[in-house]
């Protein structure tokens, strides 16, 4: 069971490498790897679980955080309405790529974590409000997929992860809360 334990932490050059892509047909240790991580997830964000485990709480998880360098990230994006508890996004995705995007770039009002840092850094983490995206499903299926909004900012984040880029990276160190016109705020 993946725990904060295995969790590394910025200043490991790891969070700073390119990932390399799995083979396809997926290995049986890449497919455990991608279930371990969804597990993780979900874990996290169970509020009993959550505390006996001391599991801080996450929508996303990059393979490279777990020192794994492989492009394999689990996105498991809870529907903000307690009545139904379906999630809005709920996947494992191998060789996950922006195959297009928007024009229109969002960012979230209340900026950017990461589990990977121990630390509050202040500023609007700007994005791609819309991507199209491909990837290698849990099965082995290619799936191609759009998203918007929060789930495609999620998935940024974890991209950016294999690509060896942290969420604070995109902050303006002058002016963190600086925007360009046009630049939807997600509340
Ligand atoms: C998180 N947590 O998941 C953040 C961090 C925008 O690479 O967002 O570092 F648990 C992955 C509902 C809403 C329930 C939010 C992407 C953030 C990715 C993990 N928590 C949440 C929740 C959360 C990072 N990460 C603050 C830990
Ligand atoms: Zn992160």
Redesign the pocket.
């Known amino acids: 069971m993946i725990t904060m334990k295995d969790?590394i932490r910025e200043g490991n050059p790891t969070l700073r490498a390119v990932a390399k892509e799995v083979s396809v047909p997926l290995s049986d240790e890449d497919i455990k790897l991608g279930k371990d991580m969804m597990e993780f997830?979900k874990n996290?964000?169970d509020p009993v679980k959550a505390e006996e485990l001391k599991l801080?709480?996450?929508?996303?998880?990059?393979a490279p955080?777990l020192d794994i360098s492989k492009r394999i990230?689990a996105v498991h994006?809870?529907n903000?309405d307690l009545e139904n508890p379906e999630p809005t996004l709920s996947a494992v995705m191998y060789n996950p790529k922006i195959l297009s995007h928007s024009v229109q770039d969002a960012c979230?009002g209340e900026g950017?974590?990461?589990?990977?840092?121990d630390r509050e850094v202040p500023g609007y983490?700007v994005r791609h409000n819309k991507i199209t995206l491909s990837y290698v499903d849990a099965t082995g299926e290619k799936q191609k997929i759009r998203l918007k909004n929060?789930e495609a900012?999620?998935v940024?984040?974890?991209i950016?992860?294999l690509n060896g880029v942290m969420?604070y990276d995109h902050i303006n160190p002058e002016n963190p809360y600086a925007l360009k016109d046009g630049v939807l705020v997600i509340e």
């Open positions: 969790i997830l996290s964000q801080r709480g996450g929508v996303g998880l990059a955080q990230i994006v809870p903000g979230l950017e974590g990461c589990l990977s840092v983490v929060y900012i999620v940024q984040h974890e950016d992860h969420f």
